[in-house]
């Protein structure tokens, strides 16, 4: 599944998967095939951080 290019749907999407499944961006990305620095970039330019301790976008 592509992700979403969106920002917010993209954040929406994101941050249910840490939630529900993945323990780090990392490993999201990791199963996923996509890049965490790619996902980190659309997000900031929405205003939006990575917080590795919450593991959610905020």
Same mark, same amino acid.
């Given at each position: 599944m592509a992700l979403p290019s969106d920002?917010?749907?993209?954040?929406?999407?994101v941050n249910t998967q840490l939630r529900d499944k993945y323990p780090s961006l990392e490993a999201m990305c990791d199963d996923m095939d996509e890049s965490a620095s790619d996902?980190? =970039?659309? +997000?900031?330019?929405?205003?939006?951080?990575?917080? =590795?301790? +919450?593991?959610?976008?905020?």
């Open positions: 920002p917010f749907m993209l954040l929406s999407y996902i980190k =970039e659309k +997000l900031k330019l929405a205003g939006f951080e990575y917080d =590795e301790a +919450l593991n959610k976008f905020c």
